[in-house]
């Protein structure tokens, strides 16, 4: 319980203000109200920085408001100071989030590992998350963004797959065809185990092929 100098007393519990005193006679008396107030000043007149330092006082200061019952939130005067500090962070927050994705998915890939088609895909594909990482509205929706364009990339295949991909077909159409190349019924046989084998050999070969040169 305070006491106003004309004798009046308030308790920090009472409900309403008593007679004789104004709400500026109450912040004065309590101190958890005047700490808030305080903490909300340091924010207030200067631009908002996306840094630690800000965090941390903005965190300070909505942490001790938080903390105040409903009755002392009433009598900080200068909320509204926390509130635009806290929304001023926020979107130098999910700018900077924003700035990070697209960086990320601008190197997500080399470009010099695809072929002329995929290429075009490839650029696509980043513009198209470019854009949806811009219209992001929050951090969650630049990360979802984000996973998505990466998700298209990871199915545009590069150079070295499309040729390990026609390489496997060439072994399997060499194989076809070497099986095909003569009639066994042909032969008589112990000819026919020399086929079989001859084509057994080729098969190894083929398989162990590294270029379409070797498959040849």
Same mark, same amino acid.
């Given at each position: 319980?305070?006491?106003?100098? &004309? ?17 500026q006679d ?59 500090? &806290? ?8 700018? #900077? ?19 002329? #088609? ?42 070295a797959e ?9 072994? &399997?159409?060499?194989?076809? &065809? ?9 032969y008589r ?28």
């Amino acid at each position: 319980t305070f006491t106003k100098a &004309e004798g009046v007393e308030w308790s920090s519990g009472a409900d309403g203000i008593p007679e004789g005193w104004t709400v500026q006679d109450k912040v004065e008396v309590d101190p958890d109200v005047l700490e808030v107030i305080d903490l909300i000043d340091e924010l207030a007149g200067v631009d908002v920085e996306y840094t630690d330092e800000w965090k941390e006082k903005i965190e300070a200061a909505r942490e001790a408001y938080d903390a105040l019952t409903d009755e002392q939130k009433e009598l900080v005067e200068n909320y509204s100071v926390l509130t635009g500090a &806290e929304a001023d962070y926020d979107a130098l927050a999910l700018a #900077a989030a924003k700035e990070a994705a697209k960086s990320e998915l601008e190197t997500y890939k080399n470009a010099d590992d695809y072929r002329d #088609a995929q290429k075009t895909e490839l650029a696509d594909a980043i513009n198209d998350g470019n854009t949806a990482i811009d219209a992001a509205t929050d951090i969650d929706a630049v990360n979802t963004a984000l996973a998505n364009a990466k998700a298209v990339i990871d199915g545009i295949k590069t150079d070295a797959e499309l040729t390990a991909e026609e390489l496997a077909a060439a072994k &399997e159409n060499a194989k076809a &065809e070497l099986a095909a190349y003569k009639n066994a019924d042909d032969y008589r046989d112990a000819q026919k185990t020399e086929l079989a084998n001859a084509i057994n050999d080729g098969n190894t070969s083929i398989d162990a092929a590294t270029d379409f040169d070797a498959v040849a």
